[in-house]
């Protein structure tokens, strides 16, 4: 008896395998195999005259989808039809989530099986639980696959919807998202709090003391009996004491008058006191923490956590990666305990066994949160990873151990200490018992070097004592506009605010940066002036759609329809349909909607007009003559947008850029200019004969009123020739590019060789020596690695066809294999390491096949929306059915 086994992924059928018995055939669908269709192309000809047929969603036959099947699906559905005919029963055996079950489902659609047929589901991959699930095969789950329908018809119905709308009143190419919309809007509003901040300034003292010899520090927290102002005092809108606080503001003048009465004065100790504190350790990860702890730890963004933990979990690493559940099963805890034991000892072990509790009411994806895998963790440097594999792994590793230590156990110790009215405080810490800070500190790489630094140690005081006042220096603050979002801060909102399902968050993240509406700086997320024209044109016309309680009561609606306490077509119905249902509410609204008004940004404090245009946003001010308009340069935000910065993009466009001066050498002039990327200077104007005047941008940290003649000339000068390399003879160069100054060895044919700058040294100054130091430094990946021929991540082989290499490369949207001109992404559950060549002329095959040869991976199969254009008229989107992290 042959038995068919379906999963998404190569990677997950190579593993697989490994568990099942001789007569079982695994093969993958390489995620869905059906879906709704994402350009007029794939609207079958039956239907395309139905006004609903760009929508891919009958709204007037019980909202009923309709699903095709893509071109670059198509010989993988014929792949498996054929390996069906071979086998005596079939076992679908995708994730157990909702978007695994739905995979599956609609294999059963279009496999149509004869035989007899099971669904399998298992959250970790080991030769145990492939074993334990074989035998507790079930049925589909039509509640959780109508679930899943339901979504992805909510999710159309409301990108589709809205999204031609905003391509009409703003720009084209814009998208609408159910959660995509409402993670926009929180951006926004931050970005809305920093623009209306109101700086404040307050100045403190703080004393250098010491005890029998222990230096320690304090800080003036009283004055006259009255508490000192600190940033919390502060109204960010006025910066100025919020109304009635009753504290002490200092300037700096009475700072520092305060500071020579006080110096050289007696400091006697008024009271101590000490607290002991026990700290617990977190809960295992589920996607959400994952996610914001990856974030911070190792700056991976949200997709490429989840890319990599997909890839862990199919080669039996770690347990599945989708779940909101923070659950341990028996065998994990047992598994985690007995590593703490072998690793630190019996004293570090919590006295009972800790099982945590899922508060979300939400959390239906999976049962166990995310551990090692097996029955037994492996150790990090047992596992033979590398890379970003590695770090994640070692982790979860870390977490998950650590949820089964002891308690840490702290003193928190304050002093307090009094010279003449002013009072002075001091706070210590001591870590008596680290427990399970030995393993995993929140935050930081190094469990050692982190409870270090959280110890303050003070030296023994006792009321009555009097300490020596080494220094007293005063320090003037000021107070900081809100944080803005990171990844990690924006998952943890929308978690804490029931918006959208964690599995989602990375592709939604990912579609907001993709889309233009957030540029990612410093891990900072910034929304653009798109994102706020936007978000204005939805707050007025459509505010339920971005309001964080009716998206979280949308969600817990769809979570009840999974469960059967609600049902779908009523709710849809009414959401699309009703009175008040979004095609109703667009039909009313689109003609009040004033294109004129809707692309532009009302900003505070501002006179200028800023307007989305076909080629970006600008401002438009109105003189004598008529509107003047200027470009607004990509890294100019709309917090920090002010009169003085329109005022120089205005006037040098109406007076002509600001002079430098005139080169040494050629006697052109020098001009300071403000362009879409920011300050630069240009040597000459254009002209006939100098149609491309050099050009080269400021450097970043360096303003445009401190370029001086000789800085520009300099600039202008690169790239620098330094030398040449002792064992190549290369070209040894410095410059300036899109990432920042760097220096580059011309290697000949072997290409060029890059390496980034460091702090403290200067692209125009920069020597051989230095540059050849930097140059024996390992390479890192990403935006300190340039090259003109871009290096392959993995070289898979020579093309069967043609002999002509078949490569991975890092493209802007994930990994892509490259054959000649031909790109082809690689699908997100499939692991780049574990890739074969086999494999890669597979997916290149389906590219050619559906003749579309773009490098780039659209990927959204989630909230957000993509567009699709009327019937008849070209597609400039492209169809992704792989199952997203």
């Known amino acids: 008896m042959s038995t068919l086994v379906i999963v998404e992924s190569p990677t997950k059928a190579r593993t697989i395998r490994n568990y099942l018995p001789s007569t079982y055939r695994v093969e993958a669908s390489m995620g869905h195999v059906r879906d709704l269709p994402s350009s007029a192309e794939e609207i079958p000809e039956a239907v395309k005259g139905e006004k609903w047929a760009q929508l891919g969603v009958n709204v007037e036959s019980d909202f009923e989808p309709l699903y095709v099947v893509p071109k670059d699906k198509k010989k993988i559905v014929k792949q498996l039809k054929d390996a069906l005919k071979d086998a005596d029963e079939l076992i679908l055996a995708t994730d157990e989530d909702r978007e695994g079950e739905s995979i599956s489902w609609h294999l059963l659609q279009l496999l149509k099986p004869k035989v007899p047929t099971k669904r399998m589901v298992f959250h970790e991959i080991t030769q145990e639980a492939i074993r334990e699930a074989l035998k507790n095969c079930r049925n589909i789950d039509e509640q959780l696959v109508r679930a899943q329908e339901t979504r992805r018809i909510l999710d159309r119905l409301v990108g589709y919807t809205l999204s031609p709308l905003l391509w009409k009143k703003i720009a084209s190419g814009l998208s609408a998202g159910r959660v995509q919309s409402v993670a926009v809007r929180l951006l926004v509003q931050r970005e809305r709090q920093r623009r209306a901040f109101r700086q404040g300034s307050y100045w403190d003292l703080k004393a250098t003391l010491t005890h029998e010899k222990t230096p320690f520090d304090a800080k003036l927290v009283m004055l006259a009996g009255t508490k000192l102002a600190t940033g919390s005092d502060f109204d960010e809108a006025t910066g100025q004491i919020i109304a009635g606080r009753r504290v002490v503001l200092l300037n700096e003048a009475e700072a520092r008058a305060l500071q020579d009465r006080l110096f050289g004065k007696t400091w006697t100790v008024s009271n101590l006191e000490e607290r002991p504190v026990t700290r617990k350790p977190a809960p295992p990860f589920t996607t959400s923490t994952l996610q914001q702890e990856a974030n911070r730890k190792l700056r991976m963004s949200a997709r490429d956590t989840m890319r990599t933990a997909q890839s862990l979990y199919e080669q039996g690493y770690i347990t599945y990666m989708r779940t909101d559940s923070v659950h341990l099963s028996d065998q994990a805890i047992t598994a985690a305990r007995s590593c703490v034991e072998q690793m630190y000892g019996k004293q570090y072990l919590s006295p009972q066994p800790r099982q945590y509790t899922t508060k979300s009411k939400g959390a239906q994806e999976a049962h166990e949160a995310i551990r090692p895998a097996g029955s037994s963790f492996r150790t990090p440097q047992q596992t033979g ?108 909102t929308l978690e804490s605010e029931g918006i959208g399902r964690p599995s989602t968050y990375a592709s939604i993240i990912g579609t907001i940066i993709d889309r233009g509406y957030s540029q990612l700086v410093s891990n900072a997320l910034i929304p653009t002036f798109t994102a706020f024209a936007v978000t204005s044109l939805l707050e007025k016309h459509f505010p339920e759609l971005v309001d964080t309680r009716f998206t979280s009561r949308m969600e817990q609606t769809l979570d009840d329809i999974s469960t059967g306490e609600a049902k779908w077509l009523p709710y849809l119905h009414e959401f699309f349909l009703g009175q008040k249902g979004l095609e109703t509410q667009v039909k009313e609204r689109e003609n009040q909607i004033d294109p004129s008004e809707a692309r532009t940004v009302e900003l505070e404090n501002l006179a200028a007009k800023v307007r989305i245009g076909r080629f970006g946003p600008y401002i438009e001010v109105e003189n004598g003559n008529g509107p003047v308009t200027a470009s607004i340069p990509k890294d100019l935000t709309p917090a920090d947008l002010d009169p003085e910065k329109v005022e120089g993009l205005l006037r040098q466009k109406t007076e002509g850029p600001d002079e430098v001066g005139r080169h040494p050498l050629t006697g052109e002039l020098i001009y300071l200019k403000i362009g879409t990327y920011g300050p630069y200077v240009e040597l000459g104007e254009v002209s006939e004969e100098n149609k491309k005047p050099k050009r080269a941008s400021l450097p970043k940290g360096v303003k445009p009123e401190d370029v001086t003649l000789e800085m520009a000339v300099g600039l202008l ?73 871009k290096a392959a991540l993995r070289e898979l082989g020579q093309h069967p066809a043609d002999g002509e290499p078949v490569n991975v490369y890092d493209g802007p949207y994930g990994p892509y294999v490259k054959h000649g001109k031909t790109n082809a992404s690689v699908p997100e559950d499939q692991s780049v390491d574990n890739l074969t060549l086999a494999e890669a002329v597979e997916l290149l095959a389906a590219k050619a096949s559906s003749g579309k040869s773009s490098s780039k991976s659209s990927g959204s199969k989630s909230s957000s929306a993509t567009k699709t254009k009327a019937a008849g008229q070209k597609s400039t989107t492209r169809k992704t059915t792989r199952k997203k992290a």
């Open 717 to 789: 000068s690169l790239p620098r020739t330094l030398g040449t390399h002792p064992e190549t003879g290369g070209k040894i160069q410095a410059s300036l590019g899109r990432f920042g100054p760097y220096v580059v060895h011309d290697q000949g044919k072997e290409g060029k060789d890059y390496r980034s700058l460091k702090a403290g040294d200067d692209v125009l100054t920069i020597e051989v020596k230095r540059a050849l130091e930097l140059l024996l430094e390992p390479k890192k990946g990403g935006r300190g690695t340039r090259s003109k021929t």
């Open 385 to 492: 990873l590398a890379g970003r594999e590695l770090q994640l792994y070692d982790l979860i590793w870390k977490r998950t151990v650590a949820s089964q230590m002891a308690d840490s156990r702290q003193t928190h110790i304050t002093v307090e200490m009094q010279v003449e009215d002013a009072g002075f405080r001091s706070s210590g810490k001591r870590i008596d018992f680290p427990g399970f800070l030995r393993a995993y500190v929140e935050g930081s790489d190094d469990p050692d070097a982190a409870i270090e630094d959280q110890e303050v140690i003070l030296p023994a005081l006792k009321v009555g004592d009097r300490p020596k006042c080494r220094d007293l220096e005063a320090i003037g603050h000021e107070t900081q506009p809100p944080a803005r979002f990171t990844e990690a801060s924006l998952v943890k």
